[in-house]
């Protein structure tokens, strides 16, 4: 069917990321694999482009438009050359509401126009060694001291870790309280003593992708960088998480678009037995069946993102969405790598590459489990 949730501005930008994509990063992308880690310089290229910040003011150097339309372009071109390495969507999606929504003035001022510009890089930090999905098991914690805070404590597979200038982080500030009543954002920036980086995580896949680990040590950080309100830090997270699971969503079904139009080529192509092998009537039956899945899959998240703009977009929608359609885009990329026959498993073929860099979308964000759970609950049982 035809998609209609894009217009004129929206087609206009994804022409601007399209040739962003084909002259600055798929040309370096492989190089970037093997190193573990994408050229910095991207990231004020894009700024240049305008494809950081769409939704910050213009005071700021951004775009000014609250469009989640636009995300969801940045990130469909970016999943459709396969740049698994590229953090926009890290960057865009997830931290730029806490900092457009929950920043001072005098941080706006600080943060947004290097944000927008690509000159600060950002990340956020929740995860520990100890502590995914339970966001209530952290243990980093800032014990106030003065006009400061001292942090203490470590954080795990940190997307952007190793580029991150400005990293939101995820502690506890009143070790009497709970945790919903008792965690805070605070932005630790690079270069404060006692904040340091560690490995470059080995990942099974999206190898050019920087995931750290991060250590806190005594790292005195001013009362100025407790971004929203202290000890509220877990409600404005359960505020924000339903757009990065939505961000999640999107990619999940602009992979699972990209690995089928290439494997539905290939089924035209590669032939077996004198014909191609996507004739035969199983192989035709799994090619129907995927292109059925997906049509469902992006008329829902269309209609996700149109109520995200709306303001209609609930933390239960957001788990829905999630953990089905990374499910989906796992079967998929499954399923399209076996109609590959023996040349799905060489990594000189993207399915092979998209197979290991997938795997990972039904655990970050919010396992597929604890989705359930949240959608579960929601129903009374």
Excluded at 130 to 149: E, M, P, W, Y
Excluded at 245 to 264: E, H, K, N, P, Q
Excluded at 275 to 300: D, K
């Amino acid at each position: 069917m035809r998609r209609t949730l894009y217009e004129d501005d929206h087609e206009a930008f994804r022409s601007t990321a399209r040739t962003f994509m084909a002259k600055e990063v798929v040309p370096f992308h492989e190089e970037w694999e093997s190193e573990g880690l994408v050229d910095r310089r991207i990231w004020t290229a894009a700024g240049a482009q305008g494809l950081l910040g769409t939704d910050v003011p213009e005071e700021y150097g951004g775009g000014g438009i609250k469009d989640f339309r636009y995300n969801a372009v940045l990130t469909e071109e970016t999943i459709a050359v396969g740049a698994s390495g590229v953090g926009f969507s890290l960057h865009n999606d997830v931290t730029a509401p806490y900092l457009t929504e929950l920043t001072t003035d005098e941080q706006k001022q600080r943060w947004l126009p290097g944000f927008c510009s690509g000159e600060i890089i950002t990340a956020i930090a929740m995860t520990e060694p100890g502590a995914g999905s339970d966001l209530q098991g952290i243990t980093t914690h800032a014990k106030r001291d003065g006009s400061d805070f001292v942090l203490n404590g470590s954080k795990t597979f940190i997307t952007n870790g190793i580029h991150a200038d400005l990293v939101l982080v995820v502690a506890r500030t009143d070790p009497d309280a709970k945790a919903a009543q008792g965690t805070s954002l605070i932005a630790v920036e690079r270069g404060m003593p006692g904040f340091e980086r560690g490995r470059n995580l080995d990942k099974i896949g999206m190898k050019a992708q920087d995931t750290a680990e991060l250590f806190f040590d005594d790292v005195r950080i001013p009362a100025s960088n407790v971004v929203g309100e202290l000890n509220q830090g877990f409600i404005h997270l359960m505020t924000m998480l339903p757009q990065e699971r939505l961000s999640i969503a999107v990619a999940a079904v602009a992979g699972a678009r990209a690995v089928f139009d290439r494997t539905l080529e290939y089924a035209k192509e590669r032939k077996a037995f004198g014909r191609p092998v996507g004739s035969f009537q199983h192989n035709r039956f799994v090619l129907a069946e995927i292109a059925t899945e997906l049509e469902f899959a992006e008329t829902y998240v269309e209609k996700a993102i149109l109520e995200h703009n709306a303001g209609r977009y609930t933390v239960v929608d957001a788990a829905m969405a999630k953990w089905w359609t990374t499910e989906l885009q796992k079967r998929v990329v499954d399923r399209c790598l076996q109609l590959h026959g023996g040349y799905g498993y060489m990594r000189e073929y993207p399915i092979a590459r998209a197979y290991t860099d997938t795997r990972i979308t039904t655990i970050y964000g919010g396992t597929t489990e604890i989705m359930k759970e949240i959608v579960g609950r929601s129903l009374g049982v």
